[in-house]
T-cell receptor, first 109, second 114 residues
Framework: GQNIDQPTEMTATEGAIVQINCTYQ??????LFWYQQHAGEAPTFLSY????GLEEKGRFSSFLSRSKGYSYLLLKELQMKDSASYLC??????????FGKGTRLSVIA | NAGVMQNPRHLVRRRGQEARLRCSPM?????VYWYRQLPEEGLKFMVY????????ESGMPKERFSAEFPKEGPSILRIQQVVRGDSAAYFC????????????FGEGSWLTVV
């Protein structure tokens, strides 16, 4: 089976940098996804890491360490619109994506 | 709109009625997934379908719930004899292939059982 842990809530200030961590345990691993979900809306794809290291995409970056079962999503130059839940999801091979409970980020002025 | 289309967006049912949720995948996608999200909880996998086949239904309750993805038309998630605990957001997602492919979500169907 799979197990995914993320902090439940985080608060950060507009313009700052925030790191959202995700740790996981799984018997098979193909990759790790990050999705953003605003309240009452659909999750939208942010990033997909297959190999170790940092992938940068504008203000958002995602890091993966397969040996440590660890990933993080880094958000720079925070904006109020970044207030949302951030979902970590495991691709374990032949099973559909398994999602963590998500981290609810509040950006304050 | 080339995205994943779900309807209805909001549905209210009385206990004991049936709820029928529809999902049209993104153009070119033949794999459909249904997830359920309860308030303050994560997305829980329910069922994975390809055209005319159920690939994985390990997350779907054995009773009252069924899903199909016919050769023609949308995928349908059917909940019979709804109970209050079925109140949730039901998200459909689609992809071009199996594991490793990004899945794209529809806007969700919010079911309220009164």
């Amino acid at each position: 089976g799979q197990n995914i842990d993320q902090p439940t809530e985080m608060t950060a200030t507009e313009g700052a940098i925030v790191q959202i961590n995700c740790t996981y345990q799984t018997s098979g691993f193909n990759g790790l996804f990050w999705y953003q979900q605003h309240a009452g809306e659909a999750p939208t794809f942010l990033s997909y890491n297959v190999l170790d290291g940092l992938e940068e995409k504008g203000r958002f970056s995602s890091f993966l360490s397969r040996s440590k079962g660890y990933s993080y999503l880094l958000l720079k130059e925070l904006q109020m619109k970044d207030s949302a839940s951030y979902l970590c999801a495991l691709n374990s091979g032949n099973t559909p994506l398994v999602f963590g409970k998500g981290t609810r980020l509040s950006v304050i002025a | 709109n080339a995205g994943v289309m779900q309807n209805p967006r909001h549905l209210v049912r009385r206990r004991g009625q049936e709820a029928r949720l529809r999902c049209s995948p993104m153009k070119g996608h033949s794999h459909v997934y249904w997830y359920r999200q309860l308030p303050e909880e994560g997305l829980k996998f329910m069922v994975y379908l390809q055209k005319e086949n159920i690939i994985d239904e390990s997350g779907m309750p054995k009773e009252r719930f069924s899903a199909e993805f016919p050769k023609e038309g949308p995928s349908i998630l059917r909940i019979q004899q709804v109970v209050r605990g079925d109140s949730a957001a039901y998200f459909c997602a689609s992809s071009t292939g199996a594991s490793g492919n990004t899945i794209y979500f529809g806007e969700g169907s919010w079911l309220t059982v009164v």
